[in-house]
């Protein structure tokens, strides 16, 4: 009996043990075996283990349109770097850009503005114009959030502005006396932090805040937990107790403290919710740290030191395995595996001025990254073969 004669369900037994480089060779045997190989529930078990490859850790396809094959192919190229450089938006002088990807579209902040640019889902490329401009500042926007309705900017003016992102709306907030640093938006609810060291809770359906928190600190990021009934602060740890707060939404109340061991100017910079009871931060201190609720929350489960000793401005994770992370100096980006203790790969993309990376966004093929001098694009879709 040949190979492809035997039943599918032992085929997929068979299939199960191999690794995807055995495969990929197996495929190259005949057309039956090819088309069968071909299949997504082939390749599910081996892109579980792969970073990005939209495969969550709860088994979820973020990508379901896209064949698992081809996203086995493209992980393989994000593990060795393989990827094409692009400077996709330029602008003469220095800003403090912030992006968010919705789909097809990616909001980019320069100044006062958000421009949404659509994606060529063929090229990953930025049309020249903007197919929407959300204004109304008077200073330049600090921090944004996207929602299915909705895009809510916070500025150094103070303000908070809600757009509808269909019919161009508007509404202004107004509570914060100094810029907003940082802000979040889930299911109407929206934190904001700002330098004023205060942090406020907000609802869609009214211009004045709910609650006001003193957090006695500047902050510098806030998430909102996927429950929604809760919010994480990130301060900048110039008080004497740990800038990693949580706080109860409806009571207004302090839950917990995470670490105990936070060097004094320690500040948290980033927040990213993997799950209800995990989530990642970086700072100041050069570390990203991996949480988990259920555990002690004086000492974080993993963490990962950034090697050149520069602070981290901001983590993206696929949800599974992989984090991408981005530095002040250099335009640096690592990225990361979670079951290692040294980076994967290092891309650097600006040398000739000591420009931070503000911000970062990708999917399984493309990673943005937005600089104080330009908006960079890394294609891992177009790479070569992977090495062998």
């Known amino acids: 009996m040949f190979l492809f004669q035997l039943p599918e369900v032992v085929l997929y037994h068979i299939m199960s043990y191999l690794e995807y480089k055995s495969l990929s060779r197996l495929s190259q045997v005949c057309?039956?075996?090819?088309?069968?190989?071909?299949?997504?529930?082939?390749?599910r078990k081996i892109a579980k283990e792969l970073i990005n490859t939209g495969i969550t850790r709860q088994g979820a396809d973020v990508y379901p349109h896209i064949p698992l094959k081809d996203r086995v192919k493209v992980s393989q190229n994000w593990c060795h770097g393989i990827c094409r450089k692009e400077v996709m938006l330029k602008w003469r002088i220095n800003l403090l850009p912030w992006i968010q990807l919705d789909g097809d579209v990616l909001y980019l902040s320069q100044a006062a503005d958000i421009g949404a640019y659509h994606l060529r889902p063929d090229t990953g490329k930025l049309q020249r114009s903007p197919m929407a401009?959300?204004?109304?500042?008077?200073?330049?926007?600090?921090?944004?959030?996207?929602?299915?309705?909705?895009?809510?900017?916070?500025?150094?003016?103070?303000?908070?502005?809600?757009?509808?992102?269909?019919?161009?709306?508007?509404?202004?907030?107004?509570?914060?006396?100094?810029?907003?640093?940082?802000?979040?938006?889930?299911?109407?609810?929206?934190?904001?932090?700002?330098?004023?060291?205060?942090?406020?809770?907000?609802?869609?359906?009214?211009?004045?805040?709910?609650?006001?928190?003193?957090?006695?600190?500047?902050?510098?990021?806030?998430?909102?937990?996927?429950?929604?009934?809760?919010?994480?602060?990130?301060?900048?740890?110039?008080?004497?107790?740990?800038?990693?707060?949580?706080?109860?939404?409806?009571?207004?109340?302090?839950?917990?403290?995470?670490?105990?061991?936070?060097?004094?100017?320690?500040?948290?910079?980033?927040?990213?919710?993997?799950?209800?009871?995990?989530?990642?931060?970086?700072?100041?201190?050069?570390?990203?740290?991996?949480?988990?609720?259920?555990l002690s929350p004086r000492k974080c489960v993993m963490e990962w030191e950034e090697p050149h000793d520069s602070a981290l401005y901001c983590i993206q994770t696929d949800g599974n395995h992989m984090i991408a992370s981005g530095s002040s100096y250099y335009g640096v980006i690592r990225t990361w595996d979670k079951r290692q203790t040294r980076?994967?790969?290092?891309?650097?993309?600006?040398?000739?001025?000591?420009?931070?990376?503000?911000?970062?966004?990708?999917n399984t093929s493309h990673l943005y990254a937005a600089l104080a001098t330009a908006l960079h694009s890394l294609d891992f879709k177009q790479g070569p073969r992977p090495r062998r």
């Open 133 to 294: 401009l959300f204004s109304g500042h008077l200073e330049d926007v600090c921090r944004f959030a996207v929602t299915d309705t909705h895009l809510v900017s916070g500025g150094s003016d103070g303000k908070i502005l809600v757009h509808h992102r269909r019919n161009g709306f508007s509404m202004e907030y107004s509570g914060h006396n100094q810029e907003v640093n940082c802000l979040d938006c889930r299911g109407g609810l929206i934190v904001s932090g700002s330098r004023d060291r205060t942090a406020r809770i907000w609802t869609l359906s009214s211009n004045c805040p709910r609650d006001t928190i003193p957090m006695n600190d500047r902050v510098w990021s806030v998430a909102i937990s996927p429950t929604q009934s809760s919010f994480v602060t990130g301060t900048a740890c110039c008080a004497n107790f740990s800038p990693l707060r949580i706080w109860d939404v409806e009571r207004c109340e302090l839950l917990c403290c995470l670490g105990s061991e936070f060097r004094r100017g320690a500040g948290v910079l980033d927040i990213v919710y993997e799950s209800p009871v995990q989530l990642l931060t970086c700072g100041y201190d050069t570390y990203i740290r991996s949480w988990d609720l259920r």
């Open 343 to 362: 980076c994967l790969e290092m891309f650097q993309l600006s040398s000739a001025v000591s420009s931070p990376v503000y911000c970062l966004r990708f």
């Open 31 to 43: 057309k039956t075996i090819y088309h069968f190989a071909n299949r997504d529930a082939v390749w």
